[in-house]
């Protein structure tokens, strides 16, 4: 559930980009660079969230990672400009890209090794889900409560899941 709202809430921003373009009088060049911010900051994430995953445990990253996220998906719906919008899909691709590592071993922590592949077959089928529902979960949401909005909402799903994690994700050998 996780990696789909992951994907979902990364994804939608593909959708909503359309609407932001029109509003703010974008180029092609300027959408580009609101996508890439967040591709970049992602990657640039990803080894430093695998060391705090190693060193924090995946429950602590995992639930910080959404927090930062959904916060970041609710200021998407504040940005004003052009470089607030860099900003905040920067800062946005900081909070998911300690994720991945710390949903893998989440995996290891919380399920019997002989559960871990099925386990991660789940985990990696929810991210194209979760691509997959994008388009069909924005673009009705942009249509009738507008792309603002649709980040509000978003971002406080996102938020829910931190409160699931909070409660439900408690892998045996951790004391977080």
Known sequence: VGYLVDYLDRMVMSVAVVSIKEEFNLDAAAVGAILSSFFLSYAIMQIPGGWLTDK?????????????????????GFAWSLISLLVIRFLFGLGQGGYPSASQKGIADYFPRDERPKASAYLMSSNYFGMALAPLVAAPMILFMGWRNMFYVIGLLGILLTIAFWVYFKPKDSTA
């Open 56 to 76: 924090l445990g995946s429950r602590r990253v995992l639930i910080w990672s959404i927090i930062v996220w959904s916060i970041f998906t609710v200021f998407t």
